[in-house]
């Protein structure tokens, strides 16, 4: 069931990207997160119960959903675990979205500039064509981790640890059921922990404080495994230790990792202007570089997929 469900979720995510907005159980996660963002009185402690319980509640409400269909039949657990997947985790969007801006920094930098406000959640009204292209690469490779390989890694290993154990949970324990709804469980409680993160881990924002290291926490690995990924998908392995040069510029003890990757990779520069520069080249990237890391990102994605399914499988 569970391979399966990574089948069923690269699927849907090569046919539809992702669903419409006001559909996306995300954006309905979001639209809870939405009222912390205020003052409080006592702001780190309101950002702690809340990073303990809502995404403990999505991760809950998540697997049950995923674990009913699974006792009716496989097949349906197989699917129900596959959606799940598909809501939790995005790799076509970030694609398509990476191609349109790269395409517009060379024809209208206006539009590339407001188009960028879907990647990359930074002041682009004074970025250069470069500078553009610069913030592509570093989003995609990024988001490659936060928005596909934690997601999925969580949904394997919890999927293949419930399996595992489910003989000991009891006699009437299904091992395939449990294994399904835990790793769709840990699909949506990464998930939760990293939107949770986007909307409140800002330094303006105190409540937003345990969010912030929490995601620290869980992105960690997949920050790393990611930058495995995007090596070999480059054909690179020497990329990664070129990347650990530039680890200590990036605010983010985990971003650094798929960003300096790509970087090395390309052989390019890039720059967060008034925060972090990675000097992987002399220049930064042109049309050409940031059309092929947004290639052989999708490759990487596609090499989790496989990865997963292989785990999963087994």
Same mark, same amino acid.
């Given at each position: 069931?569970? *391979?399966?469900?990574?089948?069923?979720?690269?699927?849907?995510?090569?046919? *539809?990207?992702?669903?419409?907005? =006001?559909?996306?159980?995300?954006?309905? /996660?979001?639209?809870?997160?939405?009222?912390?963002?205020? +003052?409080?009185?006592?702001? =780190?402690?309101?950002?702690?119960?809340?990073?303990?319980?809502?995404?403990?509640?999505?991760?809950?409400?998540?697997?049950?959903?995923?674990?009913?269909?699974?006792?009716?039949?496989?097949? !349906?657990?197989?699917?129900?675990?596959?959606? %799940?997947? /598909?809501?939790?985790? &995005?790799?076509?969007?970030?694609?398509?979205?990476?191609?349109?801006?790269?395409?517009?920094?060379?024809?209208?930098?206006?539009?590339?500039?407001?188009?960028?406000?879907?990647?990359?959640?930074?002041?682009?009204?004074?970025?250069?064509?470069?500078?553009?292209? +610069?913030?592509?690469?570093? &989003?995609?490779?990024?988001?490659?981790?936060?928005?596909?390989?934690?997601?999925?890694?969580? /949904?394997?290993?919890? %999927?293949?640890?419930?399996?595992?154990?489910?003989?000991? %949970? #009891?006699?009437?324990?299904?091992? *395939?059921?449990?294994?399904?709804?835990? #790793? !769709?469980?840990?699909?949506?409680?990464?998930?939760?922990?990293?939107?949770?993160?986007? $909307?409140?881990?800002? =330094?303006?924002?105190?409540?937003?404080?345990?969010?912030?290291?929490?995601?620290?926490?869980?992105?960690?690995?997949?920050? =790393? !495994? +990611?930058?495995?990924?995007?090596?070999?998908? /480059?054909?690179?392995?020497? &990329?990664? %230790?070129?990347?650990?040069?530039?680890?200590?510029?990036?605010?983010?003890?985990? &971003?650094?990792?798929? $960003?300096?990757?790509?970087?090395? !990779?390309?052989?390019?520069?890039?720059?967060?202007?008034?925060?972090?520069?990675?000097?992987?080249?002399?220049?930064?990237?042109?049309?050409?570089?940031?059309?092929?890391?947004?290639?052989?990102?999708?490759?990487?994605?596609?090499?989790?997929?496989?990865?997963?399914?292989?785990?999963?499988?087994?």
């Amino acid at each position: 069931m569970t *391979a399966a469900a990574v089948g069923v979720a690269l699927a849907l995510d090569a046919v *539809a990207g992702e669903p419409p907005t =006001r559909l996306h159980p995300v954006a309905w /996660f979001g639209r809870v997160v939405a009222p912390l963002d205020r +003052s409080w009185s006592r702001p =780190r402690l309101v950002g702690a119960l809340a990073t303990a319980t809502l995404p403990l509640g999505a991760a809950l409400t998540v697997g049950a959903l995923v674990g009913v269909a699974a006792l009716q039949r496989p097949l !349906a657990g197989a699917v129900a675990g596959g959606i %799940a997947l /598909f809501v939790t985790t &995005s790799l076509r969007r970030l694609l398509v979205v990476g191609r349109g801006v790269t395409a517009a920094s060379e024809t209208d930098i206006d539009a590339a500039r407001e188009q960028l406000r879907a990647l990359a959640g930074r002041d682009a009204s004074a970025l250069s064509a470069g500078e553009v292209r +610069s913030a592509v690469v570093e &989003s995609v490779a990024e988001n490659l981790a936060d928005g596909l390989v934690a997601p999925l890694g969580a /949904f394997a290993v919890l %999927a293949v640890a419930g399996a595992r154990i489910g003989p000991a %949970a #009891g006699p009437g324990v299904d091992p *395939a059921v449990l294994g399904i709804a835990l #790793g !769709a469980a840990g699909a949506a409680w990464v998930k939760a922990v990293n939107t949770m993160d986007s $909307m409140l881990g800002y =330094r303006s924002k105190p409540v937003g404080w345990a969010p912030a290291r929490l995601d620290d926490a869980v992105m960690w690995v997949p920050a =790393r !495994a +990611s930058a495995v990924l995007i090596a070999a998908a /480059f054909l690179a392995p020497r &990329s990664l %230790a070129n990347a650990r040069r530039w680890l200590d510029a990036v605010p983010s003890p985990n &971003s650094g990792w798929p $960003m300096g990757t790509v970087a090395a !990779a390309l052989n390019v520069r890039l720059v967060k202007p008034g925060v972090y520069e990675l000097d992987g080249g002399p220049a930064l990237p042109s049309v050409a570089d940031a059309e092929r890391a947004v290639r052989r990102v999708g490759v990487a994605g596609g090499l989790a997929y496989l990865a997963a399914g292989v785990v999963t499988w087994g």
